[in-house]
Nanobody, 121 residues
Framework: QLQLVESGGGLVQPGGSLILSCAAS????????MGWYRQAPGKQRELVAV???????NYADSVKGRFTISRDNAKNTVYLQMNGLELEDTAVYYC???????????????WGQGTQVTVSS
């Protein structure tokens, strides 16, 4: 089946940097969009950044200029470079992939298990 394996979360001081990665594996025919969402305690899950297979990306206003999303299509992997981290960036970060499996005609969203990012002094 399909697996999304995330890595790179952790504890960092304000102003610090982290890199998240997410690798998709399984019987994949095509990955259309990959991205990152986050959910802070007591809040709804929100979009952080997404990137299409052609490299087109979109960011939440709160992270523009600080975060950079990139993608390695050959490795079915998406990255999130996070610089200038702020206390408000503390959340569980979830990888998302909109894709179609082999032998399927439908595309759908898949989610990773989440990785904790904590920004604290």
């Amino acid at each position: 089946q399909l697996q999304l394996v995330e890595s790179g979360g952790g504890l960092v001081q304000p102003g610090g940097s982290l890199i998240l990665s997410c690798a998709a594996s399984g019987s994949i025919a095509n990955i259309y969009v990959m991205g990152w969402y986050r959910q802070a305690p007591g809040k709804q899950r929100e979009l952080v950044a997404v990137i299409a297979s052609d490299g087109t990306s979109n960011y939440a206003d709160s992270v523009k200029g600080r975060f950079t999303i990139s993608r390695d299509n050959a490795k079915n992997t998406v990255y999130l470079q996070m610089n200038g981290l702020e206390l408000e960036d503390t959340a569980v970060y979830y990888c998302n992939a909109n894709l179609r499996l082999r032998f399927s005609t439908n595309r759908r969203d898949y989610w990773g298990q989440g990785t904790q990012v904590t920004v604290s002094s």
